[in-house]
């Protein structure tokens, strides 16, 4: 089976960083997804990460460390409207699914 | 706007009965994906198809049934309805399986 663990709240100011983690452990691992999702909205695609090291696009970065089952989503310059949830997603070799952790449900006060 | 379009956007009905969700993917995307959020639990895997083929099943109960059209579109059924069916259901479509997941607008599923 799969795990996957996040942090199920965090806060940060206007204008901070922020990093979120998500530690998973899964066999065949096969790619980690970061969406966005606005509540009663649908999730929308921030990143992948399928080999170690840093993914850069705009302000967002994700990184992965496939031996300690380790990611996390660093958001910077931080905007109201990126208060949200964020949600870790695993893909594994056998299924061609993702299995989702719970998610980060961030908030950003001015 | 992913393109992947989901309809009824709401949908409130009684416990016992059934519906039909229908989920629209992105042009030429093969893949549909259906899952389920509930207030309490994260996104629960469903179910997929690939191309109008069953390619792996999730969390999903009896109940419930899918399937995907000749012109890729698909339909979840959900019947004997339930209180704790009521959630939201999101339909996400790739090019191919295991590729990124674009999601609908989901429909929103209240059971009385």
């Known amino acids: 089976g799969q795990n996957i663990d996040q942090p199920t709240e965090m806060t940060a100011t206007e204008g901070a960083i922020v990093q979120i983690n998500c530690t998973y452990q899964?066999?065949?691992?096969?790619?980690l997804f970061w969406y966005q999702q606005h509540a009663g909205e649908a999730p929308t695609f921030l990143s992948y990460?399928?080999?170690?090291g840093l993914e850069e696009k705009g302000r967002f970065s994700s990184f992965l460390s496939r031996s300690k089952g380790y990611s996390y989503l660093l958001l910077k310059e931080l905007q109201m409207k990126d208060s949200a949830s964020y949600l870790c997603?695993?893909?594994?070799?056998?299924?061609?699914?993702?299995?989702f952790g719970s998610g980060t449900r961030l908030q950003v006060q001015p | 706007d992913s393109g992947v379009t989901q309809t009824p956007k709401h949908l409130i009905t009684a416990t016992g009965q059934r519906v039909t969700l229908r989920c629209s993917p992105r042009?030429?995307?093969?893949?549909v994906y259906w899952y389920q959020q509930s207030l309490d639990q994260g996104l629960q895997f469903l179910i997929q198809?690939?191309?109008?083929?069953?390619?792996a099943k999730g969390n999903i109960l009896e109940r419930f049934s899918a399937q995907q059209f000749p012109d890729l579109h698909s339909e979840l059924n959900l019947s004997s309805l339930e209180l704790g069916d009521s959630a939201l259901y999101f339909c996400?479509?790739?090019?191919?399986?295991?590729?990124?997941?674009?999601f609908g607008p989901g429909t929103r599923l209240t059971v009385l």
């Open positions: 042009s030429g995307d093969l893949s």
């Open positions: 990460n399928v080999l170690d």
């Open positions: 996400a479509s790739s090019p191919s399986a295991g590729d990124t997941q674009y």
């Open positions: 198809y690939y191309n109008g083929e069953e390619r």
């Open positions: 899964t066999s065949g691992f096969n790619g």
């Open positions: 997603a695993v893909r594994n070799t056998g299924r061609r699914a993702l299995t």
